[in-house]
């Protein structure tokens, strides 16, 4: 089983729409980790977060880590086409620094 | 500009015949990684690095070899080895292996025929 789950795996959204992705694990989390991915490219560092109940923003793009630390979401408000790719958490959940990864959320907003 | 440089971006390679990426980061950054990244399989640890002349194996390091002579060098080499070679490889590094922001190359594909 994915140590990471994230979810939904896929959405397709209108432009102007806000949309939410999550990101499950059964540990307590010591880092979450938020990437965004063209398909065939590196990935993109969004936000990080460490505390429980800690929520930062870039632009339209929220993340929130819940108080126990083991939930993260992340919200964009108002979906424009330049916001489509695949989304990554990814976490430090204590391993020696191996963080493990979910298998990413694809994101497709039509104009 | 600081970043990572992965190349080549594209390789294609005969079958049996091993196969070096290239991974130079210019952020002063002590750990460097490798990640396989596969289709349904999310991101693979390969092997990391978090000082020069010094690696561990990830989850996946069979018929995978590196090396870190250089601070700012972490080559991976892809051996015959290694049964399923065609992937898309990551390379990525961060301040320390502890509480910090890993960041990521552009990545290379490779395609074993």
């Known amino acids: 089983s994915q140590e990471l789950e994230q979810s939904p795996q896929s959405l397709i959204v209108q432009e102007g729409k806000n949309l939410t992705i999550n990101c499950t694990s059964s540990?307590?989390?010591?880092?979450l980790y938020w990437y965004k991915q063209k398909y065939g490219e590196g990935l993109i560092f969004l936000m990080m977060?460490?505390?429980g109940g800690e929520e930062k923003s870039h632009e339209k793009i929220t993340a929130k880590l819940d108080e126990k630390k083991q939930q993260s979401s992340l919200h964009i408000t108002a979906s424009q086409p330049s916001h489509a790719g695949i989304y990554l958490c990814?976490?430090?959940?204590?391993?020696?620094?191996?963080?493990?990864w979910g298998l990413g959320t694809s994101l497709a907003v039509n104009p | 500009d600081g970043g990572i440089t992965q190349s080549p971006k594209y390789l294609f390679r005969k079958e049996g015949q091993n196969v070096t990426l290239s991974c130079e980061q210019n952020?002063?950054?002590?750990?460097m990684y490798w990640y396989r990244q596969d289709p349904g399989q999310g991101l693979r640890l390969i092997y990391y690095?978090?000082?020069?002349?010094?690696?561990q194996k990830g989850d996946i390091a069979e018929g995978y070899s590196v090396s870190r002579e250089k601070k700012e060098s972490f080559p991976l080499t892809v051996t015959s080895a290694q049964k399923n070679p065609t992937a898309f490889y990551l390379c990525?590094?961060?301040?320390?292996?502890?509480?910090?922001?890993?960041?990521f190359g552009e990545g290379s594909w490779l395609t074993v025929v």
């Open positions: 990525a590094s961060s301040i320390v292996t502890s509480g910090n922001t890993i960041y």
């Open positions: 952020l002063n950054h002590d750990a």
């Open positions: 690095s978090q000082i020069v002349n010094d690696f």
């Open positions: 540990k307590t989390l010591y880092g």
């Open positions: 977060l460490q505390k």
């Open positions: 990814g976490a430090d959940a204590g391993n020696n620094r191996k963080l493990i």
